[in-house]
């Protein structure tokens, strides 16, 4: 069984969509700044409460909602092993027998119209005056 990666726990960056820094969220253009206190205290009061935050709710329902989720894609492999794959599978071959049927009959029937038209139109010559 695989090990879970503690320190990288994003390796294929799927939720860089996400920025959950101060710097991103917050920021003070040139010509307006808070007291330096305020700026600082800010920047502890947002970690902390964006930390605590997301360790509670992921405490009350991370294991749940992951449990949820592997099972709904456990439903979805199940449904691509035994049934989507093999449905598709069955219309391939099905639909294959119908495409030589439907290919034998415009090789017949359009393929000598088509060429006696193009051996027709491929003597037309087109000059300038």
């Known amino acids: 069984m695989a090990q ?5 726990r994003d390796p294929n960056n799927i939720n860089n969509h996400i920025l959950v820094a ?26 902390c409460g964006k930390n605590c ?3 509670i709710l992921t405490l ?17 492999a199940f449904d691509h092993v035994w049934w989507w794959t093999p449905c598709l599978r069955d219309f391939s ?11 034998t009959i415009v090789m017949c029937c359009c393929g000598p119209v088509c060429e006696a038209c193009g051996m027709m139109f491929s003597r037309i010559k087109i000059q300038k005056c």
């Not at 010509?31 to 970690?47: A, K, T």
């Open 22 to 47: 101060f710097e991103d969220v917050l920021a003070e253009p040139d010509g307006v700044h808070s007291i330096d206190c305020v700026w600082r205290l800010s920047y502890s009061c947002f970690e």
């Open 4 to 8: 879970v990666d503690m320190v990288n």
């Open 93 to 103: 071959i099905c639909v294959g027998c119908w495409q030589k049927v439907y290919g």
């Open 53 to 55: 935050c997301y360790k």
């Open 60 to 76: 009350l329902c991370g294991i749940c909602i992951a449990l949820a989720w592997g099972c709904n894609f456990a439903i979805t």
